[in-house]
T-cell receptor, first 116, second 115 residues
Framework: AQSVTQLGSHVSVSEGALVLLRCNYS??????LFWYVQYPNQGLQLLLKYTSAATLVKGINGFEAEFKKSETSFHLTKPSAHMSDAAEYFC??????????????FGAGTRLFVKA | GAGVSQSPRYKVAKRGQDVALRCDPI?????LFWYQQALGQGPEFLTYFQNEAQLDKSGLPSDRFFAERPEGSVSTLKIQRTQQEDSAVYLC?????????????FGPGTRLTVL
């Protein structure tokens, strides 16, 4: 069974500092990996996804993530935090189902705080 | 041409009442998902539709939970005899195709509070 672990339920950084949100996964097959962001009172929206092409994936708002198979990791980074980055971030893994379609497993989330 | 919409946005129910939560996916999207998100947690998978077919309902927590998508577009999640542990945000998402690589587009959710 697939699973996702996000290390750190809360991360606090200063504006302009590096953002690093950690995600480790377990999967018996090559995974499809995602990062979603949830702003207060809004639905989740996709930041970026890994679909077995380039291991370094660039997303919206300056975020990127690197797929490292040897470490089963897909950490999210941004070189310089902005106040508007304050939100909840979810790592997720999807797999195809024998019954058709696919199923997505989400991590518990990491809340990012950005200090002025 | 909007995104995924859900109604109601907020629902308060007394324990034992039945509730129905509606999801309007993006037009033309084949796949539709329901998730339950408890406070401080990530979304947990409930069920999956491919057009009108419910292909996976392994995440439904009990037989009090029922979902349908009869015409392959709008979906309803029904919870019978609500319990306090059902209090959560219920999220609906849709995607254009049926691939594991597909992006899911989420609605704003319905916050259910069971008193």
């Amino acid at each position: 069974a697939q699973s996702v672990t996000q290390l750190g339920s809360h991360v606090s950084v200063s504006e302009g500092a590096l953002v690093l949100l950690r995600c480790n996964y377990s999967s018996s097959v090559p995974p499809y990996l995602f990062w979603y962001v949830q702003y207060p009172n809004q639905g989740l929206q996709l930041l970026l996804k890994y679909t077995s092409a380039a291991t370094l994936v660039k997303g919206i708002n300056g975020f990127e993530a690197e797929f490292k198979k040897s470490e089963t990791s897909f950490h999210l980074t941004k070189p310089s935090a902005h106040m508007s980055d304050a939100a909840e971030y979810f790592c997720a893994v999807s797999d195809q189902r024998n019954t058709g379609g696919f199923k997505t497993i989400f991590g518990a989330g990491t809340r990012l705080f950005v200090k002025a | 041409g909007a995104g995924v919409s859900q109604s109601p946005r907020y629902k308060v129910a007394k324990r034992g009442q039945d509730v129905a939560l509606r999801c309007d996916p993006i037009s033309g999207h084949v796949s539709l998902f329901w998730y339950q998100q408890a406070l401080g947690q990530g979304p947990e998978f409930l069920t999956y539709f491919q057009n009108e077919a419910q292909l996976d309902k392994s995440g439904l927590p009990s037989d009090r939970f029922f979902a349908e998508r009869p015409e392959g577009s709008v979906s309803t999640l029904k919870i019978q005899r609500t319990q306090q542990e059902d209090s959560a945000v219920y999220l609906c998402a849709s995607s254009f195709l049926v691939q594991g690589t597909d992006t899911q587009y989420f609605g704003p959710g319905t916050r259910l509070t069971v008193l």
